[in-house]
């Protein structure tokens, strides 16, 4: 009874971490339960971010996971921040619970990322700042900032945003000093976006969408940009 108990509280533990226990946890956090993370104290929330339910995040303790402000997860995403290396004379059974010879590297979501449900991210992945991944990908390798990108292993398929459009929503989201400059973007669809379409809109808000808006912020607690150094 007694080992039932302890393994209930362990399930416990890591399926309801508590906004307290994570590295830091920006303000207007939402957190979805249940979701699983082994070591909360190694990952890094920032404001205005939402992890849905069925969340895993497989980290031991020197393994950090950053996900920045803005970024929302759907239902079932994973992020497996090791791999395990085969070793002779150790089964699979202990290899993965012993984390020998494992090799181990960062997370890093970066601001304003849509991971579509079912998405699996794999050690050392970066995701740059506005992408979207399509649902059930498999993230292997960084991705570039505002890549569309979708499969197993993902790849891009779209842009998010042309560069005019990239400029006039970081106008809004960041303050200057946080702002991708036009040479950056440049080089960015130089890189990796020739051909490619574009996904989003730059479709003007009616006054009903405006309004629709302004009801979610007020209840989500949404924390507006600060676009200027205070």
Not at 69 to 75: Q, R, W
Not at 103 to 118: K, M, P, R, T
Not at 193 to 209: M, R
């Amino acid at each position: 009874m007694f080992d039932k108990i302890k393994l209930f509280i362990h399930w416990l533990r890591i399926s309801f971490p508590l906004k307290r226990e994570l590295g830091h946890c920006g303000k207007n956090t939402i957190l979805l339960y249940p979701l699983r993370i082994y070591n909360p104290q190694s990952v890094f929330v920032e404001e205005n971010v939402k992890l849905s339910s069925g969340l895993h995040i497989l980290n031991s303790p020197n393994e950090k996971v950053i996900i920045k402000k803005y970024t929302v997860f759907a239902a079932n995403c994973t992020i497996c921040p090791n791999s395990h290396v085969s070793t002779v004379t150790v089964p699979q059974f202990l290899l993965g619970a012993s984390h020998v010879n494992d090799v181990s590297s960062d997370v890093i979501i970066n601001e304003d990322v849509w991971l579509g449900a079912g998405v699996t991210i794999l050690a050392g992945v970066h995701i740059g700042r506005g992408c979207i991944v399509g649902a059930g990908s498999l993230v292997t390798k960084s991705l570039p900032p505002y890549s569309v990108a979708v499969g197993s292993p993902a790849r891009i398929l779209k842009k998010k945003f042309s560069i005019e459009q990239i400029m006039q929503h970081e106008a809004y989201l960041y303050p200057d000093n946080e702002r991708f400059t036009e040479v950056y973007l440049k080089e960015l669809e130089e890189n990796y976006f020739v051909g490619k379409d574009v996904y989003g809109t730059a479709k003007g808000l009616d006054a009903d969408a405006l309004a629709r808006i302004d009801r979610i912020k007020n209840n989500i607690h949404f924390i507006e940009p600060i676009l200027e150094k205070e």
